[in-house]
């Protein structure tokens, strides 16, 4: 057929217009037709993605994320190739029903792993509606809380924070100490003390970021 070729991945006979150029093709055309450029097979070990077998178009919005059947996702973005955005096909029959735009998925704030959607408790005060850590990242933290409680207890363990405040004079510094739960400010700058050892903690630090620092008191005693 004159002017025509068979596209590789639909098996249809079409106008050269339908082909974008390739100038290592003999007939200096593409393997593939246009229609078909975001179905191309990315066989194993190739490209970024060393184990996604096939690859779907899905708009700029789409998001790369996790791992399922054997596809490694690791971007927290669109593959872009020739122009053209692709996704894993596993996650483009999941996009419909999600709150992340693949599959059920969420980065656990503590881990920092990508897991399923099922593994963390539903927050109404995060924008997603779900917990900021997984699951199993809250109960290691609870019983990291609980040996940091039994440990206050036990030798008289105390921390003491210090909140900016200003007031009609100006500006100062106030201290309160921590409530043997751990309980502390936010955005407090932290002072943790054992005896006569002081060590500063970052104004930025979490409550969480607290307890972690808090533990290598424990290992230093």
Not at 55 to 68: A, M
Not at 137 to 159: P, W
Not at 169 to 195: F, P
Request: aromatic share 14%; hydrophobic share 25%; glycine share 8%.
């Amino acid at each position: 057929m004159e002017n025509q070729k068979q596209c590789k991945i639909c098996k249809q006979f079409k106008p050269f217009s339908e082909f974008n150029g390739n100038a290592s093709c003999k007939d200096g055309h593409s393997y593939t037709c246009r229609e078909c450029i975001p179905v191309t097979v990315f066989r194993e070990g190739s490209g970024p993605f060393g184990h996604v077998k096939l690859l779907y178009k899905k708009g700029t919005e789409y998001y790369l994320l996790g791992e399922v059947n054997g596809c490694r996702i690791d971007k927290t973005f669109p593959y872009k190739n020739n122009g053209a955005y692709y996704a894993c096909e596993e996650y483009y029959k999941l996009e419909s029903d999600s709150k992340f735009g693949v599959g059920k998925w969420k980065q656990c704030g503590f881990c920092e792993k990508y897991k399923p959607i099922t593994e963390f408790e539903e927050d109404d005060e995060q924008n997603d509606g779900y917990s900021r850590i997984c699951n199993q990242c809250e109960e290691v933290e609870t019983e990291n809380r609980k040996k940091y409680n039994e440990k206050i207890a036990r030798e008289g363990l105390y921390c003491t924070y210090f909140t900016y405040y200003r007031d009609a004079e100006g500006t100062g510094w106030h201290n309160v100490n921590v409530k043997a739960d751990g309980t502390v400010l936010r955005n407090s700058a932290i002072v943790k003390q054992s005896r006569n050892k002081q060590t500063p903690i970052s104004s930025s630090q979490s409550k969480r970021g607290f307890l972690r620092q808090i533990m290598d008191i424990f290992k230093e005693r």
